[in-house]
């Protein structure tokens, strides 16, 4: 069973923890040290895929900055790494999803600090296009209700496009989907894992799974019992994935 791991604090407050968390599972005694000191690349590569949720519930300027920030984190590691990084947003359905960046982060250069230098460039050259191509997705795609049970779909197919090395998939949404199951509904925590087991799921065994922002930057402000079953839920659905470690954020109150 894979470990969780859930932060109850709200995501800006999270954004060390977490990271420090998805340092540790990138980081394996066998793997080659980066050209930051602080990191350690995996032997094999680093695959980086991250789905945005950009529906109307959140749609909040906080939600996008919050998210990007994390994002941020991931390419910069990447980069260092010369991985592989694709950052998409959704919204109602895996069809109604917009590519903010896919490619591979691959830096060349004479000396350890002529590349950490490139890498840096590489990833903030990354990031505007993310930015970019962000702004741009919340007002090009839409629909009716959330499916984010449908990206791990996502995930799972572009991991098989990678399968070597490490690969870590992330989630940033409210946690609230409700095309086909909405957990939000359910009336306690032991509900809405038994809601999740009876969801149909990809097989993520090949990666780590993070879902950041339960609870945050929603239209209507949620109660601390439906924070937690729609905590307990995407738990559930990550242990179902069989994905090699969980981590679930909340907003914590």
Not at 56 to 63: G, H, L, N, P, V
Not at 152 to 157: N, V
Not at 207 to 227: C, D, F, K, N, P
Request: hydrophobic share 40%.
């Amino acid at each position: 069973m894979a470990p969780t791991t859930v932060v109850r604090a709200a995501l800006g407050t999270a954004i060390l923890t977490t990271a420090a968390f998805s340092l540790a599972a990138c980081t394996t005694p066998a793997g080659k040290a980066s050209s930051s000191p602080e990191q350690v690349c995996p032997d094999g590569g680093l695959t980086e895929i991250h789905a945005l949720d950009i529906t109307s519930s959140t749609q909040a300027e906080a939600a996008k900055d919050s998210s990007l920030e994390l994002v941020d984190r991931a390419v910069r590691h990447a980069a260092q790494c010369e991985g592989y990084v694709k950052v998409f947003a959704f919204a109602s359905s895996t069809g109604t999803t917009a590519s903010l960046y896919d490619g591979t982060l691959a830096v060349e250069a004479p000396t350890e600090n002529a590349k950490r230098r490139k890498a840096n460039k590489l990833a903030d050259e990354a990031m505007g296009e993310i930015s970019k191509h962000y702004d741009s997705a919340r007002m090009e795609i839409a629909g009716v209700g959330t499916d984010v049970l449908g990206m791990l779909t996502l995930f799972e197919q572009a991991a098989a496009q990678h399968p070597a090395g490490e690969i870590h998939a992330a989630l940033y949404t409210d946690g609230n989907t409700n095309i086909g199951v909405d957990p939000a509904g359910a009336a306690s925590p032991d509900e809405a894992r038994a809601l999740a087991d009876a969801q149909t799921v990809p097989d993520l065994s090949a990666m780590s799974l993070s879902v950041y922002g339960i609870g945050q930057h929603t239209l209507v402000e949620q109660s601390s019992e439906t924070i937690a079953n729609v905590t307990a839920f995407w738990e559930q659905i990550c242990q179902s994935t069989g994905a090699l470690s969980c981590t679930v954020v909340t907003d914590g109150r």
